[in-house]
């Protein structure tokens, strides 16, 4: 199940070349990807329990985005190991290109023993488990 968020870029998150620094676009992409895991329930009734460890991000920039545009964020699921997962996410512009797109692999961590767990059901029912060529953590 795709998630989207929309954030409306501020001035507050633009540098000197007068468009979106990239640490803010990654911000972006991590509020999204929380709200993700906040719709399918992974913080539900327990939010002190888990949390997530991003492992990997690979996101490519292609066009820049500038104060006062409301971007729209997707958030999709792509694949699952035992322990760790990958979701893709795009930002788009208002006219509709795609300004940054990539994956992020995390993994879940149970707070109270600080150790990695098996992605919680939650989270697994809406993800795609990877095929046998695929790397698994």
Do not use: Q
Request: charged share 30%; net charge positive.
């Amino acid at each position: 199940m795709d998630g989207t968020t929309l954030i409306t870029v501020t001035e507050a998150h633009c540098d000197e070349l007068g468009h979106l620094n990239h640490v803010e676009a990654v911000r972006y992409l991590e509020r999204a990807r929380g709200r993700w895991y906040r719709d399918r329930g992974l913080y539900e009734g327990d939010g002190e329990r888990f949390g997530t460890v991003v492992v990997n991000i690979d996101y490519h920039y292609r066009a820049e985005c500038f104060l006062g545009e409301t971007l729209r964020i997707t958030t999709r699921p792509v694949s699952m190991g035992t322990k760790s997962f990958t979701l893709a996410h795009e930002i788009i512009k208002p006219d509709g290109r795609i300004a940054i797109d990539g994956r992020c692999t995390s993994v879940i961590m149970d707070l109270a023993g600080r150790t990695i767990v098996p992605v919680p059901e939650c989270l697994s029912a809406h993800l795609p488990t990877r095929g046998r060529g695929g790397r698994r953590r």
